[in-house]
């Protein structure tokens, strides 16, 4: 069996007035993270982990944040790209493991309606897919409330017959 593991890694600066979203959901908070897309660092680290892990560079290779169609675009729709550049490939998703580091708003409470709209739009299982929050006990640009991190790890595998894996997800 032909497996392989990608890392993913990224962070925003949080700023008065932005919109924050947080694993394809948009959160309540009167700061939110900046970005050339929606910011959705969650997300970020998933698409950057999948991509790594198939060897196709990274997101901004794939969506770079110069180019003005990516401009405000909604995260889900870089993940559902990169979801299928991976398939293209005939690699499924074994399981995805993040951690999101801030300080407030406090993310536990949301976690299983993100993982509900992350695994919808990625077609995988709830169980395949973790999320964890943690702060930085007030330390750092996370502690000070300036910004969000988020790491990811995934694991995908080689599919003996992509053909069945596309036509599995073909709706």
């Known amino acids: ?54 060897n196709l560079r990274d997101i901004g290779y794939h969506f770079s944040d110069t180019d003005p169609q990516f401009k405000g675009i909604d995260s889900k729709i870089l993940l559902k790209k990169t979801v299928e550049l991976i398939r293209s490939k005939g690699y499924e998703i074994g399981n995805i493991d993040v951690t999101v580091a801030l300080q407030k708003p406090k993310i536990n409470p949301h976690i299983p309606e993100m993982k509900a709209c992350l695994t919808k739009v990625m077609h995988i299982k709830a169980d395949d897919l973790s999320i964890k929050a943690t702060t930085t006990e007030k330390l750092g640009f996370v502690g000070r409330e300036e910004g969000v991190d988020a790491h990811a790890v995934v694991l995908i595998y080689k599919v003996e017959n992509s053909t069945d894996i596309k036509n599995q997800y073909a709706n």
């Not at 497996?3 to 694993?23: C, T």
């Open 1 to 54: 069996m032909n497996i392989r593991v990608g890392y993913g890694y990224d962070v925003h600066q949080l700023a008065d007035g932005e919109e924050f979203w947080l694993g394809g959901i948009k959160l309540d908070y009167h700061k939110g993270a900046v970005g050339h897309s929606d910011a959705d660092v969650l997300i970020h680290v998933i698409c950057d982990a999948l991509l790594g892990a198939a």
